[in-house]
C-alpha cells in the first residue's frame, strides 16, 4: 500500500467528517480499489452522517463492492438518495445479492419493496425473475403493476429482444 492511500485511510478515521468525506470523494475518483480501501468504505455505511454514507456509496459504485455487500445491501430500505444510490451499488455487486434483498423483502415498507423489486429486475438473471413471479400475487394492486412492469423488463433482457422488437410483440400478444 502507498503512502498515499494510507494517508487517505487515515483520514476516513478522522474526527472532522468534511475530510472523511473528501477522503471517500478522491478514492473514488484515484480509483483506488484495494480490500483495505473497499472495507474502510464500507464501514463508512455505519456513520449516521448522510453525506458520509452516500460519498461511501459513490465510492463503492465505482469501485466494487461484493465484499462489503453485506453492509450495502440493508442501505436500500433507507429513503431518498442513500436508497437510490444503493440501487446502482447492489445492481453492480449483481446476482450474489439476490439472496439478502429477498431476504429483506418482507420487513421493507412500500417504497422499500418497490426498491428491491426494481434492484432484483436490473440484476435480472433466473432467481430473480422466480422471486418477483412468487411475488406477484401477494402484493397489493399498486405493487402487482410495478412488478408486472419490471418483470416484462426483465423477461425481454432475457430473451435479447432489441427496443425496435418489442412494440410489435407486444401487438400481436394483445390482439
Do not use: W
Not at 83 to 108: C, F, K, N
Not at 133 to 144: I, R, W, Y
Amino acid at each position: 500500500m502507498d503512502a498515499t492511500t494510507k494517508k487517505l485511510l487515515n483520514l476516513l478515521g478522522s474526527d472532522d467528517l468534511e475530510l472523511r468525506v473528501a477522503a471517500a470523494q478522491v478514492f473514488s475518483e484515484l480509483g483506488i480499489s484495494t480490500k483495505a480501501v473497499i472495507k474502510a468504505l464500507g464501514n463508512c455505511l455505519r456513520e449516521p452522517y448522510e453525506p458520509m454514507q452516500l460519498a461511501a456509496l459513490k465510492g463503492l459504485a465505482r469501485l466494487g463492492a461484493a465484499d462489503v455487500s453485506h453492509l450495502v445491501v440493508p442501505m436500500i430500505l433507507k429513503g431518498g438518495i442513500i436508497r437510490e444510490h444503493s440501487m446502482a451499488v447492489i445492481t453492480a455487486i449483481g446476482p450474489s445479492a439476490i439472496p439478502q434483498l429477498r431476504d429483506l423483502y418482507e420487513e421493507a415498507d412500500f417504497n422499500g419493496r418497490r426498491a428491491i423489486i426494481s434492484t432484483l429486475s436490473a440484476v435480472n438473471g433466473k432467481p430473480a425473475v422466480e422471486f418477483l413471479l412468487k411475488k406477484l400475487e401477494e402484493e397489493s394492486f399498486e405493487q402487482q403493476q410495478h412488478l408486472l412492469a419490471r418483470l416484462s423488463d426483465s423477461i425481454l433482457s432475457l430473451i435479447h429482444i432489441s427496443e425496435p422488437t418489442r412494440p410489435r410483440l407486444i401487438s400481436y400478444a394483445v390482439f
